[in-house]
T-cell receptor
Framework: DAGVTQSPTHLIKTRGQQVTLRCSPK?????VSWYQQALGQGPQFIFQ???????QRGNFPDRFSGHQFPNYSSELNVNALLLGDSALYLC?????????????FGNGTRLTVT | QKEVEQDPGPLSVPEGAIVSLNCTYS??????FMWYRQYSRKGPELLMY????GNKEDGRFTAQVDKSSKYISLFIRDSQPSDSATYLC???????????FGTGTRLQVFP
């Protein structure tokens, strides 16, 4: 049973550049959420996708955008990178229609902005 | 004031000890409560998932929720060096999947 997979595992970018991170949800899951985890902090919610639409968004600027594909996989895009965007980006998946469906996380993409 | 407060530790205990990890929260609207374990360079792994007040046990782990005090706990019995990790509490409202996390408590279990 494949869990949540993310790519790449590590990424180094320069301030001002753009980055795309990818996620495949756990087998059977149809909903994908993205979180940002700064060093020494708990994850913070960025947004959630279901049926290829953004369903909920956290307190992140428009530089953060996403997409969900028909196969439920998802991308997170960040434009005009800032040094403060350096963090571990986590993808999580679950079932949309089950009210008590817990989130399962991938191992994340560690983004370093220099 | 943060919605969820968690002591960052580190907490260092000998092998075999009982570990108590705690979080407090400010919003009584939280309905679902979770504990995740995160090893270094890994994503959070779900340990416990509870809805109501009371205790839930799974092997060496017991999750406790006290909604009247806005306080949740995770107890680890017979702790092992392999339990050394960061433990994150998380919670959410009834009609959303968005999780609010604590900062995590780093636990070290030494042989």
């Amino acid at each position: 049973d494949a869990g949540v997979t993310q790519s790449p595992t590590h990424l180094i970018k320069t301030r001002g550049q753009q980055v795309t991170l990818r996620c495949s949800p756990k087998s059977g899951h149809d909903t994908v959420s993205w979180y940002q985890q700064a060093l020494g902090q708990g994850p913070q919610f960025i947004f959630q996708y279901y049926e290829e639409e953004e369903r909920q968004r956290g307190n992140f600027p428009d530089r953060f955008s996403g997409h969900q594909f028909p196969n439920y996989s998802s991308e997170l895009n960040v434009n005009a990178l800032l040094l403060g965007d350096s963090a571990l980006y986590l993808c999580a998946s679950n079932f949309w229609d089950r009210g008590d469906s817990p989130l399962h996380f991938g191992n994340g993409t560690r983004l370093t902005v220099t | 004031q943060k919605e969820v407060e968690q002591d960052p530790g580190p907490l260092s205990v000998p092998e075999g000890a009982i570990v108590s990890l705690n979080c407090t929260y400010s919003n009584s609207a939280f309905q679902y409560f979770m504990w995740y374990r995160q090893y270094s360079r890994k994503g959070p792994e779900l340990l416990m998932y509870t809805y109501s007040s009371g205790n839930k046990e799974d092997g060496r782990f017991t999750a406790q929720v006290d909604k009247s005090s806005k306080y949740i706990s995770l107890f680890i019995r017979d702790s092992q060096p392999s339990d050394s990790a960061t433990y994150l509490c998380a919670m959410r409202y009834y009609n959303t999947d968005k999780l609010i996390f604590g900062t995590g408590t780093r636990l070290q279990v030494f042989p």
